[in-house]
Protein backbone atom coordinates (compact mmCIF):
# COMPACT_ATOMS: atom_id res chain seq x y z
CA UNK A 1 0.00 0.00 0.00
CA UNK A 2 1.35 3.45 -1.16
CA UNK A 3 1.53 6.21 1.74
CA UNK A 4 -1.12 8.67 2.03
CA UNK A 5 -1.65 12.18 2.22
CA UNK A 6 -4.43 14.27 3.00
CA UNK A 7 -4.29 17.84 2.42
CA UNK A 8 -6.83 20.89 1.77
CA UNK A 9 -5.76 23.84 -1.17
CA UNK A 10 -7.48 27.05 0.13
CA UNK A 11 -8.05 29.05 -3.08
CA UNK A 12 -10.30 31.62 -1.23
CA UNK A 13 -7.48 32.73 1.15
CA UNK A 14 -4.85 33.34 -0.93
CA UNK A 15 -1.32 34.27 0.77
CA UNK A 16 1.41 36.51 -0.57
CA UNK A 17 3.14 36.68 -4.20
CA UNK A 18 5.95 34.81 -4.81
CA UNK A 19 8.80 36.99 -6.35
CA UNK A 20 10.49 36.23 -9.20
CA UNK A 21 13.35 36.94 -7.60
CA UNK A 22 12.97 33.55 -5.58
CA UNK A 23 14.35 31.76 -8.12
CA UNK A 24 17.37 33.64 -8.34
CA UNK A 25 20.75 32.18 -9.54
CA UNK A 26 24.31 32.92 -8.18
CA UNK A 27 27.90 33.23 -10.33
CA UNK A 28 30.49 33.62 -8.40
CA UNK A 29 34.48 33.71 -10.66
CA UNK A 30 35.13 30.12 -8.90
CA UNK A 31 36.28 27.14 -10.60
CA UNK A 32 34.57 26.97 -13.84
CA UNK A 33 31.87 28.47 -13.22
CA UNK A 34 32.55 31.70 -15.66
CA UNK A 35 35.57 31.24 -17.19
CA UNK A 36 34.76 27.71 -19.53
CA UNK A 37 30.98 27.73 -17.92
CA UNK A 38 29.13 31.23 -19.15
CA UNK A 39 32.44 32.59 -20.87
CA UNK A 40 34.31 31.04 -23.65
CA UNK A 41 35.55 34.46 -25.48
CA UNK A 42 34.83 35.58 -28.99
CA UNK A 43 37.64 33.76 -30.10
CA UNK A 44 36.68 30.41 -29.31
CA UNK A 45 35.66 27.77 -31.41
CA UNK A 46 32.73 27.46 -28.87
CA UNK A 47 29.35 29.22 -30.36
CA UNK A 48 29.01 32.14 -28.61
CA UNK A 49 27.93 35.58 -28.56
CA UNK A 50 30.11 38.76 -27.75
CA UNK A 51 32.20 35.54 -25.83
CA UNK A 52 29.10 34.33 -23.77
CA UNK A 53 28.38 30.36 -24.77
CA UNK A 54 25.44 30.13 -26.56
CA UNK A 55 24.23 26.64 -25.39
CA UNK A 56 24.30 27.83 -21.73
CA UNK A 57 22.56 30.76 -22.60
CA UNK A 58 19.86 29.21 -24.28
CA UNK A 59 19.15 26.70 -21.36
CA UNK A 60 19.34 29.45 -19.00
CA UNK A 61 16.59 31.54 -21.24
CA UNK A 62 14.43 28.68 -20.80
CA UNK A 63 14.02 28.71 -16.84
CA UNK A 64 13.02 32.41 -17.13
CA UNK A 65 15.96 33.18 -14.73
CA UNK A 66 14.89 36.89 -12.76
CA UNK A 67 18.05 37.83 -11.37
CA UNK A 68 21.63 36.93 -11.01
CA UNK A 69 24.67 37.22 -8.00
CA UNK A 70 28.03 38.09 -9.38
CA UNK A 71 30.82 38.17 -9.05
CA UNK A 72 30.99 36.58 -5.49
CA UNK A 73 30.51 35.37 -2.99
CA UNK A 74 34.60 35.06 -0.94
CA UNK A 75 36.00 36.57 -4.47
CA UNK A 76 33.48 39.69 -4.28
CA UNK A 77 35.44 41.23 -1.42
CA UNK A 78 39.20 41.02 -3.15
CA UNK A 79 37.80 41.91 -6.42
CA UNK A 80 38.71 45.60 -7.46
CA UNK A 81 36.16 46.59 -10.62
CA UNK A 82 38.71 48.71 -12.07
CA UNK A 83 40.80 45.81 -13.18
CA UNK A 84 37.96 44.37 -15.26
CA UNK A 85 37.40 46.86 -17.71
CA UNK A 86 38.84 48.82 -20.25
CA UNK A 87 40.62 46.50 -23.41
CA UNK A 88 40.83 42.92 -22.32
CA UNK A 89 44.49 42.40 -23.32
CA UNK A 90 45.34 45.57 -21.22
CA UNK A 91 43.57 44.68 -17.75
CA UNK A 92 45.65 43.21 -14.98
CA UNK A 93 45.86 39.84 -14.12
CA UNK A 94 45.22 38.72 -10.30
CA UNK A 95 45.51 35.76 -7.92
CA UNK A 96 41.96 34.55 -6.67
CA UNK A 97 43.35 33.45 -3.37
CA UNK A 98 39.87 31.91 -1.92
CA UNK A 99 39.40 29.51 -5.00
CA UNK A 100 42.53 27.40 -5.83
CA UNK A 101 44.94 30.27 -6.29
CA UNK A 102 44.49 30.39 -9.81
CA UNK A 103 45.57 33.41 -12.19
CA UNK A 104 42.49 35.08 -13.13
CA UNK A 105 42.89 37.42 -15.72
CA UNK A 106 39.76 39.38 -15.47
CA UNK A 107 38.41 39.45 -19.24
CA UNK A 108 34.88 38.65 -17.71
CA UNK A 109 33.91 42.07 -15.94
CA UNK A 110 31.34 44.38 -15.62
CA UNK A 111 30.65 45.18 -19.18
CA UNK A 112 30.86 41.40 -19.93
CA UNK A 113 28.33 40.64 -16.64
CA UNK A 114 25.93 43.12 -17.80
CA UNK A 115 26.47 42.02 -21.48
CA UNK A 116 24.74 38.48 -19.87
CA UNK A 117 22.38 40.22 -17.92
CA UNK A 118 20.63 41.55 -21.24
CA UNK A 119 21.16 38.30 -23.30
CA UNK A 120 19.43 36.27 -20.53
CA UNK A 121 16.38 39.25 -20.03
CA UNK A 122 17.24 38.75 -16.07
CA UNK A 123 18.12 41.68 -13.49
CA UNK A 124 21.79 42.48 -12.10
CA UNK A 125 22.83 41.89 -9.09
CA UNK A 126 26.14 42.92 -7.97
CA UNK A 127 28.25 42.95 -4.83
CA UNK A 128 30.75 45.27 -3.94
CA UNK A 129 33.94 45.58 -2.18
CA UNK A 130 34.08 45.94 1.28
CA UNK A 131 36.58 43.56 2.66
CA UNK A 132 39.90 44.76 0.96
CA UNK A 133 38.10 47.56 -0.93
CA UNK A 134 36.95 51.80 -0.05
CA UNK A 135 34.11 53.71 0.08
CA UNK A 136 35.59 55.49 -2.65
CA UNK A 137 36.00 52.26 -5.02
CA UNK A 138 32.20 51.20 -4.50
CA UNK A 139 30.87 54.66 -4.62
CA UNK A 140 32.67 55.01 -8.15
CA UNK A 141 31.53 51.37 -8.74
CA UNK A 142 27.71 52.92 -8.73
CA UNK A 143 28.45 56.08 -10.91
CA UNK A 144 30.24 54.26 -13.44
CA UNK A 145 26.83 51.56 -13.72
CA UNK A 146 24.45 53.85 -13.44
CA UNK A 147 25.04 57.38 -13.90
CA UNK A 148 23.99 59.34 -17.56
CA UNK A 149 25.55 62.35 -16.07
CA UNK A 150 29.12 64.49 -17.46
CA UNK A 151 31.05 62.94 -14.88
CA UNK A 152 34.28 61.09 -14.79
CA UNK A 153 33.05 57.55 -14.29
CA UNK A 154 30.28 57.89 -16.64
CA UNK A 155 32.67 58.93 -18.97
CA UNK A 156 34.86 56.33 -18.30
CA UNK A 157 31.87 53.73 -19.35
CA UNK A 158 31.88 55.89 -22.14
CA UNK A 159 35.44 55.98 -23.49
CA UNK A 160 35.11 52.15 -22.63
CA UNK A 161 32.07 51.75 -25.71
CA UNK A 162 29.25 51.95 -23.07
CA UNK A 163 27.28 55.30 -23.85
CA UNK A 164 24.15 54.50 -21.72
CA UNK A 165 24.29 53.79 -18.27
CA UNK A 166 22.51 50.40 -17.21
CA UNK A 167 19.53 49.66 -14.73
CA UNK A 168 21.07 47.96 -11.79
CA UNK A 169 18.76 47.54 -8.74
CA UNK A 170 20.52 45.37 -6.33
CA UNK A 171 23.45 45.74 -4.68
CA UNK A 172 25.17 44.38 -1.87
CA UNK A 173 27.41 45.88 0.46
CA UNK A 174 29.89 43.30 1.20
CA UNK A 175 29.38 39.35 1.37
CA UNK A 176 29.68 37.14 4.24
CA UNK A 177 31.54 39.83 6.49
CA UNK A 178 31.51 37.63 9.64
CA UNK A 179 33.83 35.33 7.73
CA UNK A 180 35.75 35.66 4.12
CA UNK A 181 34.52 39.22 3.82
CA UNK A 182 36.65 40.61 6.39
CA UNK A 183 35.69 38.23 10.10
CA UNK A 184 34.22 41.25 11.28
CA UNK A 185 31.86 41.58 14.77
CA UNK A 186 28.15 42.83 13.54
CA UNK A 187 28.41 45.81 15.28
CA UNK A 188 31.62 46.74 13.08
CA UNK A 189 29.99 45.40 10.11
CA UNK A 190 26.77 47.53 10.87
CA UNK A 191 28.99 50.48 11.27
CA UNK A 192 30.97 49.60 7.90
CA UNK A 193 27.30 49.25 6.05
CA UNK A 194 26.11 52.67 7.30
CA UNK A 195 29.40 54.27 6.00
CA UNK A 196 29.54 52.81 2.64
CA UNK A 197 25.78 52.73 2.29
CA UNK A 198 25.93 56.44 2.93
CA UNK A 199 27.97 57.05 -0.66
CA UNK A 200 25.46 54.40 -2.72
CA UNK A 201 23.90 56.98 -4.89
CA UNK A 202 20.66 56.83 -7.03
CA UNK A 203 22.09 57.99 -10.01
CA UNK A 204 19.71 59.69 -13.12
CA UNK A 205 16.74 58.00 -12.16
CA UNK A 206 18.25 54.47 -10.75
CA UNK A 207 16.54 53.52 -7.78
CA UNK A 208 19.49 51.04 -5.61
CA UNK A 209 17.96 48.09 -3.81
CA UNK A 210 20.19 47.79 -1.30
CA UNK A 211 21.45 44.44 0.77
CA UNK A 212 23.69 44.25 3.69
CA UNK A 213 25.56 41.22 4.77
CA UNK A 214 23.47 39.19 6.96
CA UNK A 215 23.97 35.93 9.37
CA UNK A 216 25.85 32.96 9.11
CA UNK A 217 23.51 30.23 9.44
CA UNK A 218 21.99 30.47 13.01
CA UNK A 219 23.86 33.41 13.80
CA UNK A 220 20.65 35.56 15.48
CA UNK A 221 22.85 37.74 17.39
CA UNK A 222 24.06 38.85 14.08
CA UNK A 223 20.45 39.95 12.51
CA UNK A 224 19.48 41.10 15.55
CA UNK A 225 22.70 44.11 16.11
CA UNK A 226 21.94 44.42 12.09
CA UNK A 227 17.99 44.69 12.43
CA UNK A 228 18.56 47.17 15.16
CA UNK A 229 21.61 49.30 14.03
CA UNK A 230 21.34 49.49 10.35
CA UNK A 231 17.99 48.24 9.59
CA UNK A 232 16.50 51.81 8.74
CA UNK A 233 19.28 52.07 6.03
CA UNK A 234 19.02 48.82 4.11
CA UNK A 235 15.88 47.34 1.90
CA UNK A 236 17.22 43.69 2.66
CA UNK A 237 19.41 42.00 4.51
CA UNK A 238 21.35 38.33 3.07
CA UNK A 239 21.27 34.65 4.89
CA UNK A 240 23.98 32.06 3.85
CA UNK A 241 22.81 28.13 4.45
CA UNK A 242 23.73 24.74 2.97
CA UNK A 243 23.30 21.96 3.01
CA UNK A 244 26.24 19.84 4.57
CA UNK A 245 24.91 16.57 5.67
CA UNK A 246 27.41 15.93 8.27
CA UNK A 247 28.81 19.62 8.79
CA UNK A 248 31.86 21.60 7.77
CA UNK A 249 34.08 20.47 5.36
CA UNK A 250 31.93 18.35 3.26
CA UNK A 251 33.26 14.98 3.53
CA UNK A 252 30.18 13.21 1.50
CA UNK A 253 30.51 12.22 -2.22
CA UNK A 254 28.01 13.89 -4.60
CA UNK A 255 26.83 10.56 -6.08
CA UNK A 256 28.18 7.69 -4.33
CA UNK A 257 25.87 7.13 -1.03
CA UNK A 258 23.19 5.15 1.04
CA UNK A 259 19.67 5.96 1.93
CA UNK A 260 21.35 6.95 5.24
CA UNK A 261 22.76 9.83 4.02
CA UNK A 262 19.70 10.66 1.33
CA UNK A 263 17.48 10.64 4.93
CA UNK A 264 20.20 13.04 6.47
CA UNK A 265 20.49 15.20 3.80
CA UNK A 266 16.85 15.99 2.87
CA UNK A 267 16.96 16.69 6.76
CA UNK A 268 19.17 19.22 6.87
CA UNK A 269 17.65 21.04 3.77
CA UNK A 270 13.97 21.12 5.76
CA UNK A 271 16.49 22.87 8.57
CA UNK A 272 15.98 25.91 6.17
CA UNK A 273 12.72 26.66 7.35
CA UNK A 274 13.12 27.09 10.91
CA UNK A 275 16.18 29.45 9.97
CA UNK A 276 13.38 31.41 8.30
CA UNK A 277 11.37 31.34 10.75
CA UNK A 278 13.84 32.37 13.61
CA UNK A 279 15.48 35.26 11.50
CA UNK A 280 12.18 36.36 10.80
CA UNK A 281 10.94 36.53 13.71
CA UNK A 282 13.87 39.20 14.63
CA UNK A 283 13.39 41.04 11.96
CA UNK A 284 9.74 41.29 12.63
CA UNK A 285 10.18 43.13 15.57
CA UNK A 286 12.62 45.39 14.25
CA UNK A 287 10.38 45.46 10.66
CA UNK A 288 6.86 44.93 11.64
CA UNK A 289 5.50 46.20 8.19
CA UNK A 290 8.63 43.41 6.70
CA UNK A 291 9.99 46.35 4.13
CA UNK A 292 13.02 44.93 4.99
CA UNK A 293 13.63 41.77 2.59
CA UNK A 294 15.33 38.24 3.54
CA UNK A 295 17.55 37.52 0.93
CA UNK A 296 18.94 34.20 1.13
CA UNK A 297 21.54 34.65 -1.57
CA UNK A 298 23.28 31.50 -1.35
CA UNK A 299 21.85 28.25 -0.43
CA UNK A 300 21.96 24.94 -1.94
CA UNK A 301 24.13 21.52 -0.93
CA UNK A 302 27.50 20.68 -0.85
CA UNK A 303 29.07 17.93 -1.54
CA UNK A 304 32.95 17.18 -1.54
CA UNK A 305 33.69 18.09 -5.31
CA UNK A 306 34.61 15.27 -8.06
CA UNK A 307 37.78 12.78 -7.76
CA UNK A 308 40.16 14.00 -10.25
CA UNK A 309 38.59 17.69 -10.28
CA UNK A 310 41.09 20.41 -9.74
CA UNK A 311 41.37 21.71 -5.74
CA UNK A 312 39.24 24.38 -4.85
CA UNK A 313 36.86 24.42 -7.95
CA UNK A 314 33.83 22.95 -5.83
CA UNK A 315 32.79 20.52 -8.57
CA UNK A 316 30.05 18.59 -8.35
CA UNK A 317 28.23 15.91 -9.91
CA UNK A 318 24.01 16.44 -9.22
CA UNK A 319 21.80 13.53 -8.74
CA UNK A 320 18.04 13.19 -8.12
CA UNK A 321 18.86 14.07 -4.72
CA UNK A 322 19.79 17.54 -5.17
CA UNK A 323 16.39 18.02 -7.33
CA UNK A 324 14.44 16.62 -4.12
CA UNK A 325 16.40 19.34 -1.90
CA UNK A 326 15.26 22.12 -4.58
CA UNK A 327 12.00 21.24 -4.56
CA UNK A 328 11.89 21.28 -0.49
CA UNK A 329 13.18 24.43 -0.34
CA UNK A 330 11.02 26.31 -3.12
CA UNK A 331 8.10 25.12 -0.78
CA UNK A 332 9.60 26.52 1.93
CA UNK A 333 10.33 30.11 0.42
CA UNK A 334 6.86 30.27 -0.60
CA UNK A 335 5.62 29.57 2.54
CA UNK A 336 7.25 32.75 3.35
CA UNK A 337 6.94 34.99 0.91
CA UNK A 338 5.75 37.49 3.04
CA UNK A 339 9.68 38.35 3.67
CA UNK A 340 11.63 36.29 1.66
CA UNK A 341 12.49 39.21 -0.87
CA UNK A 342 15.13 37.13 -2.83
CA UNK A 343 17.40 33.66 -2.83
CA UNK A 344 20.18 32.62 -5.83
CA UNK A 345 21.55 29.11 -5.59
CA UNK A 346 24.75 28.67 -5.27
CA UNK A 347 25.76 27.88 -8.37
CA UNK A 348 24.57 28.72 -11.57
CA UNK A 349 27.63 26.39 -14.01
CA UNK A 350 30.43 23.96 -12.97
CA UNK A 351 30.06 24.76 -9.20
CA UNK A 352 28.46 23.02 -6.09
CA UNK A 353 24.30 22.60 -6.93
CA UNK A 354 24.80 23.66 -10.30
CA UNK A 355 21.95 23.95 -13.07
CA UNK A 356 24.41 23.01 -15.91
CA UNK A 357 27.77 20.93 -16.42
CA UNK A 358 29.99 21.61 -18.79
CA UNK A 359 33.06 19.65 -20.50
CA UNK A 360 34.98 21.36 -23.33
CA UNK A 361 31.97 21.85 -26.32
CA UNK A 362 29.94 19.76 -24.29
CA UNK A 363 26.83 20.73 -21.70
CA UNK A 364 24.31 19.09 -19.69
CA UNK A 365 21.49 20.10 -17.39
CA UNK A 366 21.37 18.60 -14.15
CA UNK A 367 18.24 17.67 -12.48
CA UNK A 368 18.32 20.76 -10.14
CA UNK A 369 17.87 22.50 -13.29
CA UNK A 370 14.73 20.38 -14.16
CA UNK A 371 12.99 21.48 -11.09
CA UNK A 372 13.82 25.01 -12.06
CA UNK A 373 12.35 24.75 -15.46
CA UNK A 374 9.40 22.59 -13.91
CA UNK A 375 8.52 25.37 -10.82
CA UNK A 376 9.15 28.87 -12.80
CA UNK A 377 5.07 28.70 -13.69
CA UNK A 378 5.27 29.54 -9.47
CA UNK A 379 7.32 32.80 -10.63
CA UNK A 380 5.15 35.91 -9.65
CA UNK A 381 2.11 33.93 -8.57
CA UNK A 382 -0.24 34.00 -5.48
CA UNK A 383 0.61 31.40 -2.85
CA UNK A 384 -2.72 29.03 -2.59
CA UNK A 385 -2.02 27.99 1.34
CA UNK A 386 -1.63 24.12 1.06
CA UNK A 387 -2.83 22.65 4.95
CA UNK A 388 -1.63 18.82 4.96
CA UNK A 389 -3.95 17.08 7.44
CA UNK A 390 -2.22 13.66 7.48
CA UNK A 391 1.07 13.54 6.17
CA UNK A 392 2.75 10.17 6.26
CA UNK A 393 6.56 10.92 7.61
CA UNK A 394 9.49 8.73 6.22
CA UNK A 395 11.23 7.03 9.07
CA UNK A 396 14.78 5.70 9.31
CA UNK A 397 16.97 4.46 11.93
CA UNK A 398 14.78 6.81 14.25
CA UNK A 399 15.23 9.68 12.26
CA UNK A 400 11.88 11.30 10.80
CA UNK A 401 11.13 13.73 8.02
CA UNK A 402 7.95 14.07 6.23
CA UNK A 403 7.51 12.28 3.23
CA UNK A 404 5.18 14.95 1.20
CA UNK A 405 6.37 18.36 0.66
CA UNK A 406 3.49 20.60 -1.09
CA UNK A 407 3.08 24.17 -2.91
CA UNK A 408 0.46 25.68 -5.13
CA UNK A 409 0.58 29.39 -6.54
CA UNK A 410 -2.11 31.35 -8.62
CA UNK A 411 -0.86 32.54 -11.79
CA UNK A 412 -2.37 35.93 -12.20
CA UNK A 413 -2.13 36.42 -16.33
CA UNK A 414 -4.91 33.83 -16.58
CA UNK A 415 -6.03 32.29 -13.53
CA UNK A 416 -4.08 28.70 -13.68
CA UNK A 417 -3.28 26.96 -10.74
CA UNK A 418 -0.07 25.17 -10.25
CA UNK A 419 0.38 22.12 -7.77
CA UNK A 420 4.09 21.09 -7.30
CA UNK A 421 4.14 17.97 -4.71
CA UNK A 422 7.62 15.87 -3.68
CA UNK A 423 7.52 12.97 -2.38
CA UNK A 424 10.89 11.98 -0.64
CA UNK A 425 10.83 8.61 0.11
CA UNK A 426 13.07 6.53 -2.10
CA UNK A 427 11.43 3.06 -1.73
CA UNK A 428 7.18 3.59 -1.16
CA UNK A 429 4.88 5.83 -3.15
CA UNK A 430 2.82 8.43 -2.12
CA UNK A 431 -1.17 8.89 -2.53
CA UNK A 432 -1.84 12.60 -2.29
CA UNK A 433 -5.46 13.98 -1.87
CA UNK A 434 -6.02 17.55 -2.34
CA UNK A 435 -9.46 18.87 -1.73
CA UNK A 436 -9.78 22.04 -3.85
CA UNK A 437 -11.69 24.39 -1.50
CA UNK A 438 -13.04 27.65 -3.62
CA UNK A 439 -11.58 25.89 -6.32
CA UNK A 440 -13.76 24.38 -9.33
CA UNK A 441 -10.87 22.95 -11.64
CA UNK A 442 -12.10 20.73 -14.87
CA UNK A 443 -8.63 19.14 -15.92
CA UNK A 444 -5.62 18.56 -14.46
CA UNK A 445 -2.08 18.05 -16.25
CA UNK A 446 1.27 16.88 -15.34
CA UNK A 447 5.25 16.31 -15.14
CA UNK A 448 7.19 14.02 -13.35
CA UNK A 449 10.40 13.87 -12.26
CA UNK A 450 11.85 10.66 -11.18
CA UNK A 451 14.70 7.83 -11.90
CA UNK A 452 15.22 4.36 -10.82
CA UNK A 453 17.96 4.99 -8.03
CA UNK A 454 18.61 7.79 -5.57
CA UNK A 455 22.21 8.40 -7.17
CA UNK A 456 20.91 9.25 -10.63
CA UNK A 457 22.34 11.44 -12.33
CA UNK A 458 22.90 13.46 -16.23
CA UNK A 459 26.15 12.34 -17.49
CA UNK A 460 27.68 13.94 -20.65
CA UNK A 461 27.44 10.53 -22.44
CA UNK A 462 24.10 10.15 -21.10
CA UNK A 463 22.92 14.22 -20.91
CA UNK A 464 19.21 12.97 -20.89
CA UNK A 465 18.96 10.23 -18.45
CA UNK A 466 17.24 12.60 -15.12
CA UNK A 467 14.96 14.91 -16.85
CA UNK A 468 11.22 15.23 -16.87
CA UNK A 469 8.36 13.32 -18.42
CA UNK A 470 4.60 13.56 -18.75
CA UNK A 471 2.44 12.61 -15.72
CA UNK A 472 -0.66 10.46 -15.99
CA UNK A 473 -0.92 9.47 -12.29
CA UNK A 474 -3.23 12.81 -11.18
CA UNK A 475 -7.21 13.01 -11.54
CA UNK A 476 -9.77 15.34 -10.53
CA UNK A 477 -12.74 13.24 -8.20
CA UNK A 478 -15.45 15.34 -7.01
CA UNK A 479 -13.48 18.55 -5.86
CA UNK A 480 -10.54 16.35 -4.50
CA UNK A 481 -7.25 16.21 -6.54
CA UNK A 482 -5.62 13.11 -6.44
CA UNK A 483 -2.25 11.84 -7.48
CA UNK A 484 -0.52 8.80 -7.00
CA UNK A 485 3.53 9.76 -6.73
CA UNK A 486 6.20 7.15 -7.81
CA UNK A 487 9.28 6.90 -4.96
CA UNK A 488 11.64 9.86 -4.59
CA UNK A 489 9.54 12.27 -7.34
CA UNK A 490 8.63 15.64 -8.43
CA UNK A 491 5.26 16.43 -9.42
CA UNK A 492 4.31 20.12 -11.25
CA UNK A 493 0.56 20.20 -11.75
CA UNK A 494 -1.39 22.97 -13.74
CA UNK A 495 -5.42 22.97 -12.62
CA UNK A 496 -7.84 24.79 -14.87
Not at 80 to 87: F, R, S, V
Not at 131 to 152: C, F, N, Q, R
Not at 403 to 410: F, I, L
Not at 443 to 459: I, K, P
Amino acid sequence: MPLHASATLRAASPGPVVNRNLYGHFAEHLGRGIYEGLWVGPDSPIPNTRGIRDDVLAALKALDIPVLRWPGGCFADEYHWKDGIGPRELRPRMINTHWGSVVENNHFGTHEFMDLCEQLGCEPYICGNVGSGEVKEMMEWVEYLTSDALSPMADLRRKNGRDKPWRVRYFGVGNESWGCGGSMRPEYYADEYRRYNTFCKNYSGNQLYRIACGANVDDYRWTEVLMREAGRNMDGLSLHYYTLPTGWPPKESATEFDEAMWHLTLSKALHMETLIRRHSAIMDVHDPEKRVGMIIDEWGTWFKQEPGSTPGFLYQQNTLRDALVAALHFHIFHRHADRVAMTNIAQTVNVLQAMILTDGPRMLRTPTYWVFEMFKVHQGGTVLPVDLHASPAYELDGASIPAVSAGATRRAVDGAVHVSVANTHPREAARVELRLDGLGAKRVSGRLLTAATMQAHNTFDAPDAVQPAPFAGAKLVNGVLVAELPPMSVVALELA
